[in-house]
């Protein structure tokens, strides 16, 4: 891995135990390397500035805590209304979907980063939400009592209950999706940083950006040291890039962390390929 000052603040960020990791700081480091002038102080002011946006609106509306119903169709009206916030249907793969600053600049992104912007706001408001990685959508999740509320950034805010999202996993997957109820469960800002990551190395790779693609998939590891699919990933990358030595080291590894995997034959024949071209450049 090249080490930048990206890539080491954004290891110490994500060292941390999942709770104690600040999203959006974390999240605008992730596009450091892309943007290096990027100014993370002015960006997290941003999202300080749209929660300041909201609060009064929320004096004399009894406790957040109490009525969060009430605070959400407030930060709704805020967001969506009046800043303009959208999901971004026209370009759904643009990578600048993924770049909070991005988001922050454009004010459309895809479910994750408006989730995350969201989750944000509402943390600065005392409103307490959780970020929920249902299979191809992200929205945001609500406890209040007993019940549990989900909201769809990506969809201007849209209050839903379980039947809803379930009727909405319907529409993405089709009528035979199966639905299991941990679809529902929250994830914590590891998984949630996991998963844009995830997002820009898909996009990245079916652009052949090979570069970048490598770049996303060291991120991740940061994350996930010992993610063996990522290991797997990185070592193909690696031989595409025609860094044959990294890719037998990569693939090795992989073995070693999953000896019986599907695809482990498939990974000794890569490891003999590249090994045989390795040594005929000596």
Same mark, same amino acid.
């Given at each position: 891995?090249?080490?930048?000052?990206?890539?080491?603040? *954004? /290891?110490?960020?994500?060292? /941390?135990?999942?709770?104690?990791?600040?999203?959006?700081?974390?999240?605008?480091?992730?596009?450091?390397?892309?943007?290096?002038?990027?100014?993370?102080?002015?960006?997290?002011?941003?999202?300080?500035?749209?929660?300041?946006?909201?609060?009064?609106?929320?004096?004399? #509306?009894?406790?957040?805590?109490? /009525?969060?119903?009430?605070?959400? !169709?407030?930060?709704?009206?805020?967001? *969506?209304?009046?800043?303009?916030? +959208?999901?971004?249907?026209?370009?759904?793969?643009?990578?600048?979907?993924?770049?909070?600053?991005?988001?922050? &600049? /454009?004010?459309?992104?895809?479910?994750?980063?408006?989730?995350?912007?969201?989750?944000?706001?509402?943390?600065?408001?005392?409103?307490?939400?959780?970020?929920?990685?249902?299979?191809?959508?992200?929205?945001?999740?609500?406890?209040?009592?007993?019940?549990?509320? *989900?909201?769809?950034?990506?969809?201007?805010?849209? $209050? =839903?209950?379980?039947?809803?999202?379930?009727?909405?996993?319907?529409?993405?997957?089709?009528?035979?999706?199966? *639905?299991?109820?941990?679809? @529902?469960? #929250?994830?914590?800002?590891?998984?949630?940083?996991? +998963?844009? @990551?995830?997002?820009?190395?898909?996009?990245?790779?079916?652009?052949?950006?090979?570069?970048?693609?490598?770049?996303?998939? !060291?991120? $991740?590891? =940061?994350?996930?040291? %010992?993610?063996?699919?990522?290991?797997?990933?990185?070592?193909?990358?690696?031989?595409?890039? &025609?860094?044959?030595?990294?890719?037998?080291?990569?693939?090795?590894?992989?073995?070693?962390?999953?000896?019986?995997? #599907? &695809?482990?034959? !498939?990974?000794?024949? %890569?490891?003999?390929?590249?090994?045989?071209?390795?040594?005929?450049? %000596?």
């Amino acid at each position: 891995m090249t080490r930048t000052l990206a890539t080491e603040l *954004f /290891r110490e960020m994500v060292s /941390r135990p999942a709770g104690e990791v600040d999203l959006a700081a974390a999240a605008l480091l992730v596009a450091l390397d892309e943007y290096p002038d990027l100014n993370l102080q002015g960006y997290l002011l941003r999202i300080d500035q749209l929660a300041e946006g909201i609060r009064p609106e929320l004096q004399g #509306s009894g406790s957040v805590a109490e /009525r969060p119903v009430d605070a959400i !169709e407030k930060v709704n009206q805020h967001l *969506f209304a009046v800043e303009g916030f +959208r999901g971004n249907r026209e370009d759904y793969y643009d990578p600048r979907n993924s770049f909070l600053n991005e988001v922050l &600049d /454009r004010k459309t992104g895809i479910p994750i980063t408006l989730s995350v912007i969201y989750m944000e706001v509402g943390k600065r408001l005392g409103l307490e939400l959780q970020g929920v990685g249902m299979p191809g959508h992200f929205v945001v999740k609500c406890r209040h009592r007993d019940i549990e509320i *989900f909201v769809d950034p990506f969809n201007f805010g849209e $209050i =839903l209950l379980e039947v809803d999202c379930r009727k909405k996993l319907a529409q993405i997957h089709g009528e035979d999706f199966r *639905f299991d109820r941990s679809h @529902l469960d #929250s994830v914590n800002n590891h998984q949630i940083l996991t +998963r844009m @990551l995830t997002n820009l190395k898909a996009i990245y790779f079916e652009k052949q950006d090979y570069s970048r693609t490598l770049a996303m998939i !060291e991120k $991740i590891l =940061l994350v996930n040291p %010992n993610a063996p699919g990522e290991i797997r990933d990185r070592g193909s990358i690696h031989y595409k890039l &025609d860094h044959l030595s990294q890719a037998l080291k990569d693939w090795s590894r992989y073995l070693e962390l999953s000896p019986r995997a #599907s &695809d482990a034959k !498939e990974i000794e024949r %890569n490891l003999t390929v590249a090994g045989h071209l390795l040594a005929g450049r %000596n």
